[in-house]
């Protein structure tokens, strides 16, 4: 998108996402992390460390806006549909039909985030902001990505004005409290 390269502002990376994803709001937090994360070319990955473990990229963004989906009512919801479709395998014990459902819900819970940063990813790519690549080797099968990790770069402009400092207010003798000047008569 050749809107990209006239972005002046935060403002305006909203803007071009908001004409280019049906999730704004979410594309430009996984923008965010990824900026957050990035060397000072703007890539990131294919691993991050977490906790000192290498940790896969796209894992990664997964993990951290795990928290903003912690709906208690739906992940009851998931629970039973999961439950359910396992009614045949369970062993009828309490405690272990209960961790083997939760490791279910959690793989689910895993398996629709990385589908969303995927294609929060894609959004981002189709505006403009960043581009996408794989690490690793590749082998000749159906699965064309299989043993690649994809590895992020946003584009230089774009990571200037995430990584901006907030501007210093300088505090002079006229200014020293505008609120009072309010008042003042």
Not at 126 to 152: D, E, F, I, P, S
Request: glycine fraction near 10%.
């Amino acid at each position: 998108m050749e809107r990209a390269q006239e972005i002046t502002g935060v403002g305006g990376i909203y803007a071009v996402l908001v004409e280019a994803s049906n999730r704004p709001r979410y594309a430009f937090l996984v923008l965010q992390l990824v900026a957050e994360i990035a060397d000072g070319r703007g890539q990131a990955g294919p691993f991050v460390a977490q906790g000192g473990v290498p940790v896969l990229l796209r894992e990664w963004l997964c993990s951290q806006l795990l928290p903003m989906s912690a709906q208690p009512a739906r992940r009851a919801a998931l629970r039973a549909r999961v439950a359910e479709g396992l009614k045949a395998d369970l062993t009828g014990k309490p405690e272990f039909d209960a961790a083997r459902i939760e490791v279910a819900v959690e793989e689910q819970v895993q398996a629709v985030g990385r589908a969303n940063v995927s294609r929060a990813i894609s959004d981002l790519v189709r505006a403009g902001l960043m581009t996408r690549h794989y690490a690793g080797y590749a082998t000749n099968h159906k699965n064309r990505g299989g043993g690649r990790h994809a590895v992020y770069v946003v584009k230089p402009g774009v990571l200037a004005l995430l990584r901006r400092p907030a501007p210093i207010r300088r505090l002079g003798a006229a200014s020293s409290n505008p609120q009072g000047d309010l008042f003042a008569a």
